[in-house]
Every structure is written in C-alpha cells, then in structure tokens.
C-alpha cells in the first residue's frame, strides 16, 4: 500500500480556534512533510519530519507545530487559526532506504478559516 | 535563489508531444531530478525522475543535459487530462532534506 492518508479530507475553522490536521502512512518511510498549498500558487513546505527531528521552516516557524509520536502518524497543528491559514494542506512522504525515492503525497485536507 | 526556473506556463493541442523545460544551474552531484504534476484538489503525483542522461517510463521522458544544468520533461500524445501544473524539483532525498517546489509549468490542453 503505497497511500498517504489524510483526515479530514475538508475541515472549517473558525478564527482564532485551534486546528489539528492528520496524516499516516504505512510504508515505513522515515520523512514526512507538510505542505500548504493555495490556489494559484506552487506547494510551500511547512516543515518536515526525518525520523523523529523536526525541522521548520523559518517563515512559519511560530505558526505551525506538529507532533510524530511513531514513524507512521504526523499531525499539522495550528494553534489559533487566521483567515489566511485557508488553504490545501499537503502531507507527503518518502524514504532514505532507496536512494534518490520519490515523496508520496496524499490526497490533502482543505481548510477553510471563517 | 530559486533552485529551479520554469517557464509559467504552456498551450498545446491534443495528440501533441509537449515539452517542458527546467533550469537548475546549481544542481548539487547528490541530487537528482524529479518531475511531478498536480491537477486541481489532488495532491502532486510523481512522474519521473533522473541523475543523468535519458530517462523513460510509460508516461513520460527525461532528458538530462550533459552538465546537468537542464532538464526536458517530454510528454508524447498529450490529451486533456494531462492539463495540469507541472514541478521541477532539485533535492537529494537521501533522508532529512527538505523539498521545495518551484513555481511550476501550468500547461493548457485544448481539443
């Protein structure tokens, strides 16, 4: 099974009200990403998980956390939601194992901030 | 410095072959070359990817210039559901790099 899964598949928020955003994958693969995705505009990665170091980018550093508690499971957490926080979100994944593997992506969770 | 340089967008007709470049002038020797594309509310799919060279699978084919400074995405027979954004993308995926999407090639299929 080569999917990455991702709930829920549409979310609402109102502003200012925390989010949690779900991914999983059962293939072992021991990055994970998250990406934010608007219209119009090219996928902007968030941050990434190897293993189980974090790395941020240093744009979004204050505004996104997210938490891997075991290889197959990473969450996107927002802690007070903006109406610019309205977007696609994108989990992904790949492995080291085989050199130069390509990132699965899964299907995305559409936030819409109100 | 933006990793690699796309033009913004392409028309073609379909049954068309459909060529779509990338500049990555500051290609690294550990990095490869990886092409994905992305229609609306999906997330972006894989195509092919590639060190050197020619590459080719059942959708499409890679070339790779000699320096490595260039890369062809080509797509043979493109119809309308090939109509989408496509990524050029420069990384080492050897565990714990990050991967940026440039701002891709939207490319514009019409009957």
């Known amino acids: 099974d080569t999917t990455v899964k991702q709930n829920p598949r549409y979310k609402l928020a109102r502003v200012g009200k925390p989010v949690n955003l779900i991914c999983s994958q059962t293939?072992?693969?021991?990055?994970m990403y998250w990406y934010q995705k608007k219209p119009n505009q090219a996928p902007k990665l968030l941050l990434f998980y190897y293993d189980k170091i974090l790395n941020r980018e240093a744009d979004t550093f204050e505004k996104f956390q997210s938490s891997r508690p075991n290889n197959s499971f990473c969450s996107l957490y927002i802690g007070s939601a903006g109406l610019e926080y309205s977007a696609m979100y994108l989990c992904?994944?790949?492995?080291?194992?085989?050199?130069?593997?390509?990132?699965?992506f899964g299907s995305g969770t559409r936030l819409t901030v109100l | 410095l933006a990793k690699t340089t796309q033009p913004p967008s392409m028309e073609a007709y379909e049954g068309q072959e459909v060529n779509v470049s990338c500049s990555h002038t500051?290609?690294?020797?550990?990095?490869?070359i990886y092409w994905y594309r992305q229609v609306p509310h999906q997330g972006p799919q894989f195509i092919i990817q590639g060190y050197k060279d020619y590459v080719v699978n059942e959708v499409a084919s890679l070339f790779i210039s000699a320096d490595r400074k260039l890369s062809t995405l080509s797509l043979p027979w493109v119809s309308l559901r090939d109509a989408a954004v496509y990524y050029c993308?420069?990384?080492?995926?050897?565990?714990?790099?990050?991967?940026?999407f440039g701002s891709g090639t939207r490319l514009l299929v019409s009957p």
């Open positions: 992904a994944s790949s492995s080291w194992v085989l050199s130069a593997e390509t990132l699965y």
């Open positions: 293939m072992n693969h021991d990055t």
């Open positions: 500051n290609i690294a020797t550990s990095e490869y």
């Open positions: 993308i420069v990384t080492d995926m050897a565990g714990g790099y990050k991967v940026v």
